[in-house]
């Protein structure tokens, strides 16, 4: 089924008789495995509204996060999350969609410095899973009026809702940007480092460690800052001078390479093994990554966000390090999600971290209401 | 502003819950003599008044959640309270309900500065969560104009902003954990030092529910390196339209000031008159700010006044020197006491779409004439956050009705327009009936689903947000038997 209109969409949702399994692009196949009839949604196409001065875009959930990019380029804006490009990671191919952006709540380096996807969303629209069309939030920047439901389906993967338009917050692109880098850092000496440079008043946009795993060489440590040129050319050299004395300075193209391939998490990308994407607070990055090599689970890592978002890539056999892992994350006080994933794996251990009982019933209690039939990617988040 | 009578079975239990819960709070925190309860009648919206049958003063989430759990048993509303700065009525109690104020609760617990987190009891007020953190170089980003009063509690029950949100975001961008206990004393924990929900994003939809869904007791708040510093410009127009497009199009250029605020002439004059800020006489106003090294100041304030020079200023003014930054912003800053000492004043909140600015400001003026009330305007242009001051005689018999009802007026042209009702105040009782306007049964309806499921019985702050006639059958749910 692919539905070309919302009022499609919903009839669909009203006429099913069994489960669904929602797609957009089909590009971030996430989660437990979800036996249903497919109900796409590139459809849903087209950018409804833009306005540079306002900072706002409107799009329907289908359209193509390229034909989003190249319109906010074409006026010097960009999505400043800066959404990952899961492609290769995945294995899959496709065109990515606004909607499975926002569904899956991706967001890229700078989400440390601008904030997530979810901070940048402004209102939704969706079809709930009894078919009822409803919307939240709105196209203005500030919007206290109500309960915010769009951080709500923010992330909730299709399982509240199919979102058919979403409205969200756009910023400038900057005028330069600069990475200063350092090889050979162990993971506590990088994230002491990251953290440095973070608690610095020269407003880091990027911070992240390579291990020699992930980079096939040498560990890389790397930091960005973007801006006006001459600020971001005083910035530089204010760390450099301070709290990354002795870093490399790299700008323009070979600059952005290096985020892209954080964002994508490209060191992965083709390589055997499950991916785990674990978010603890920075400080304990490396002491995850420590414990995971004292008890043997054998990894390669990319911590981005200060630190605290670790990618671990791992032998997929067997429970694909979910025992361990949950193990520590759980100690350290963090979540897990097992991104990439044999269906047999994804179908043997839990995808998203386990809720405590509390949450477990708050979860639930908003399924039942959302989705009463339960046809909304049934079993999908666990 | 109408709220639900009081129920004669709730009243009939005052006695016995006031010593169901001296047994679980220090003597001192449960709170019954009714010149005391006086103190909880209203908060900053203090037109409407009305005592609580109780109120209670815990000190830790344990209290918190005995407190919830004897209200519930005893079917009797619970109205959370912080500082009681809402400007909405969000902590208006009614005749039948429990004040629960979280002002004893308001510890730093734990300040990590490598991870940039603050970890506090939500009765801790706003700057004071600066203040704990400044001298290690740190700052709390939001902030309300009430920051001084205001405690995280409301902040997070309102979802808050200020003017430096337009760079650092509101309430919710900047809220990365809570403690919270639902009405039935259920304590549960969302969030932490880490970034980001597993699982759905509760924590998003908790920050904005105007203390509906659970009392949040601590909060883990991201904290910020202050910047190395920051200058104020004052600039100043001869019509709405031309400071607008300025604004615009300081916006399409890239530059993001930490402050973009506007005021209009009938504001600019109150200002002066009270604050003697030295203010151009202009029809439009801009205040804008910048932050960083000194010379990146002056290259974003350069880049600044190369737009607002294409738009034929009448006065662009550079602060020079702090005394100077600090004369900008006075009038500002004064700009509400500045109308209060003119009469009583009403306080909008709705924000628009940037582009609309002009056309919307002319339409206020318009309707002001049909009223027949004045009205000034100040507020955050870069996000469109509005908040035209109504004023009126308090003690003229129907005044306060006529301004309320220019009020509905103008937040209803903010919808028309493409905007909403409340950017940062909150809903409230304020705004409550005037949520048709905004929302189709379907869109209150998924909305009240999710009160459903975190209190099911109704029993927080039943009366807020929603519109009584929409919330009714939900309210209605028979006081529980002993």
Known sequence: MRAETEAELAEMIVGAEGPLRICGGGTRDVGRPVDGAVLQTGGLSGISLYEPGALTMVAEAGTPLAEIEAALAAE???????????????????????????????????????????????????????????????????????????????????????LSQVSFKVLAMPEAEMTLTCEGQDAKAAVTTLCAALKTPFDVTGAAYLDAGATGGVARTQVRIEGLEASVRYRAGRLRDGVLA????????????????????????????????????????????????????????????????????????????????????????????????????????????????????????????????????????? | ????????????????????????????????????????????????????????????????????????????????????????????????????????????????????????????????????????GFFYAPDPSSQLACAIAGNIAMNSGGAHCLKYGVTTNNLLGVTMVLMDGTICEIGGAHLDAPGLDLLGVICGSEGQLGVVTEATLRILPKPEGARPMLMAFDSNEVAGACVSDIIKAGILPVAIEFMDRPCIRACEDFAKAGYPDCEALLIVEVEGSEAEIEDQLARITGIARRHDPLELREAQDADEAGRIWLGRKSAFGAMGQINDYMCLDGTIPVNELPHVLKRISALGEEYGLGVANVFHAGDGNMHPLILYDANKPGDLEKCEAYGADILKLCVEVGGCLTGEHGVGIEKRDLMWHQYAAADMEAQMAVKDVFDPAWLLNPAKVFPLDASEGRRAVPVAAE
Not at chain 1, 107 to 130: E, H, K, T
Not at chain 1, 137 to 161: I, Q, S
Not at chain 2, 57 to 75: I, K, N, S, W, Y
Request: net charge negative; glycine share 14%; hydrophobic share 45%.
């Open chain 1, 246 to 382: 002795g870093f490399e300075l790299v700008e323009g193209a070979a600059s952005g390479d290096l985020w892209r391939e954080v964002r994508d998490v490209t060191p992965f990308a083709g390589r055997e093994g499950a991916v785990w994407r674990v978010s603890v607070k920075p400080t304990d990055g490396p002491v995850l990554t420590d414990a995971l090599a004292t008890l043997g689970l054998d990894h390669a890592a990319v911590h981005d966000w200060g630190g605290g978002l670790v990618w671990l890539l791992v032998d997929g056999s067997g429970d694909g390090g979910a025992d361990v892992i949950r193990q520590q994350t759980a100690a350290l006080g963090g979540h897990a999600t097992l991104i990439r994933g044999s269906e047999r794996l994804r179908a043997d251990v839990p995808v998203f971290e386990p809720e405590n009982a509390v949450l477990a019933r708050m979860t639930a209690g908003l399924k039942a209401k959302f989705d009463p039939r339960g046809i909304l990617n049934p079993g999908l988040m666990g």
């Open chain 2, 1 to 136: 502003m109408e709220m639900p009578p009081p129920s004669p079975a709730r009243l009939a239990r005052k006695a016995e819950l006031a010593t169901a819960l001296r047994r679980v709070l220090p003597d001192d925190a449960v709170i019954d003599a009714p010149a005391e309860l006086r103190a909880y009648e209203c908060d900053a919206l203090a037109a409407y008044r009305c005592p609580p049958m109780l109120a209670v003063l815990p000190a830790t989430t344990d209290e918190v959640a005995d407190v919830l759990r004897l209200c519930h048993a005893a079917g009797v509303p619970v109205v959370p309270r912080g500082a009681g700065t809402s400007l909405a009525g969000g902590a208006l109690p009614t005749a039948d309900s429990v004040i629960l104020g979280v002002a004893r609760m308001n510890a730093v617990l734990e300040a990590d500065y490598d991870n940039r987190v603050i970890r506090v009891q939500t009765g801790r007020t706003n700057l004071s969560v600066t203040g704990a953190v400044e001298e290690e």
């Open chain 1, 76 to 162: 010097g804006q960009r999505l400043a999350f800066e959404p990952g490009d899961w492609r290769g990671l995945l294995g899959r191919a496709g065109e990515s969609t606004i909607g499975g952006v926002v569904a899956t709540n991706v967001s890229g380096p700078r989400r440390i410095q601008a904030g997530a996807c979810r901070d940048f969303m402004l209102g939704v629209r969706f079809v709930d899973g009894a078919g009822q069309v409803v919307k939240n939030g709105g196209r203005v920047m500030k919007n206290v009026t109500g309960y915010d439901l769009v951080k709500l389906m923010c992330g909730a993967r299709g399982t509240l809702g199919v």
